[in-house]
């Protein structure tokens, strides 16, 4: 019975080295799959994350104005278009929960141009740092970039 077991554990030993010496195989061949290509750490970035925390998400039908913190005390606003919303689009809509929601992560290119961005607020739009335009908010929304105050 002991060798029974014995033999038992010494294959499954065997089994499970294979598959990660297997992977470990395919990982360092150069087949462009996966993290095997190295990064030159001497290229530029192409996009820059910025993180910005948010108070209160205002919905509108013409988009989202976004009241965030900038600096200490102070605060700042954004209007984004409902429009950008689409796949592909300038921007992504994440719904979740936690006490890190609200928050909006904008990517910037290189040379300081607006690329996109993702913004993450909570499921529940009874929660506080939801709001609501009421009212027309004139030309507000018809921006086609975001400009970010620090």
Request: proline residues 5%; charged residues 20%.
């Amino acid at each position: 019975m002991k060798r029974m077991m014995i033999v038992i554990a010494t294959l499954v030993f065997i089994a499970t080295a294979s598959a990660v010496f297997a992977q470990d195989s395919a990982a360092g061949s150069d087949t462009g799959a996966g993290l095997a290509k190295a990064v030159n750490r001497g290229e530029l970035a192409t996009l820059y994350p910025v993180h910005v925390d948010i108070t209160r998400v205002y919905i509108h039908s013409q988009g989202y104005r976004i009241v965030y913190r900038k600096g200490g005390s102070s605060f700042a606003e954004a209007y984004v278009p409902m429009g950008w919303f689409t796949p592909g689009g300038k921007a992504a809509l994440i719904r979740g929960r936690g006490s890190e929601y609200p928050y909006m992560v904008a990517y910037f290119k290189p040379d300081g141009e607006f690329s996109h961005l993702k913004l993450f607020v909570l499921q529940n739009v009874k929660d506080p740092s939801w709001g609501v335009i009421e009212g027309d908010p004139g030309d507000r929304f018809k921006v086609d970039t975001l400009k970010l105050e620090f």
